[in-house]
């Protein structure tokens, strides 16, 4: 079955640090690539939607599905500290009739003054 | 109302309560999800019902039980509940078959179980 791992949190980065937060995953279905954020006690919201080798950028950040080696790495190039959040990674294999998402386990972020 | 709506947003409830969780979404899409939310594993998909139908079960306890009665309108009925179920249960809507398939979480209903 499809399967998402996410960097190990929590990630701890000072304000205007670049960010990476790694996603790599599994499927055997051409797939939908997606970030949720969740701040603290909200619902998580969609960040970015892509389909394969389509880069998508929101907010500041931005990732670009790589196929040759099944990631969707996060990316910011200055952090802010409202950017504090848990941030999912997720896909949508193709063979798949309810659309469901298979999430990460989630990567934690802390941005300090 | 706007997106996905849920009520109680907060619940504390004894073990031996029957309670019920509502989610509503306002988004005219046709698939409907819970998910349970805990610290220790973030996002579970509990069910998942697609144009009424129920099409995931994820190997849920019998004390959840979902029931979608229209495209727009979920519940999870509660009973015999464990303090292990205590979580934040969310629910989301889709739209399948359109190109992206995102989904749209609401905010959720908080349960305290005692």
């Known amino acids: 079955g499809d399967s998402v791992t996410q960097t190990e949190g929590p990630v701890t980065l000072p304000e205007r640090a670049a960010l990476t937060l790694n996603c790599t995953y599994q499927s055997s279905y051409s797939t939908f690539l997606f970030w949720y954020v969740q701040y603290l006690n909200k619902e998580p919201e969609l960040l970015l939607k892509s389909s394969e080798n389509q880069e998508t950028d929101s907010r500041g950040f931005q990732a670009s599905p790589i196929k040759s080696d099944s990631s969707f790495h996060l990316e910011k190039p200055s952090v802010q500290l409202s950017d504090s959040a848990v941030y999912y990674c997720?896909?949508?294999?193709?063979?798949?009739?309810?659309?469901?998402?298979?999430f990460g386990g989630g990567t934690r972020l802390m941005v300090k003054p | 109302e706007t997106g996905v709506t849920q009520t109680p947003r907060h619940l504390v409830m004894g073990m031996t309560n029957k309670k019920s969780l509502k989610c509503e979404q306002h988004?005219?899409?046709?698939?409907m999800y819970w998910y349970k939310q805990s610290a220790k594993k973030p996002l579970e998909l509990m069910f998942v019902?697609?144009?009424?139908?129920?099409?995931e079960n994820n190997s849920v306890p019998s004390r959840f039980s979902p029931e979608c009665p229209n495209s727009s309108h979920l519940f999870l009925h509660l009973h015999t509940l464990q303090p292990e179920d205590s979580a934040l249960y969310l629910c989301a809507s889709s739209q399948v078959a359109r190109a992206s398939y995102e989904q749209y979480f609401g905010p959720g209903t908080r349960l305290t179980v005692t």
């Open positions: 019902y697609s144009l009424e139908e129920r099409v």
């Open positions: 988004l005219g899409h046709n698939a």
């Open positions: 997720a896909l949508r294999g193709d063979n798949n009739a309810g659309n469901m998402l298979t």
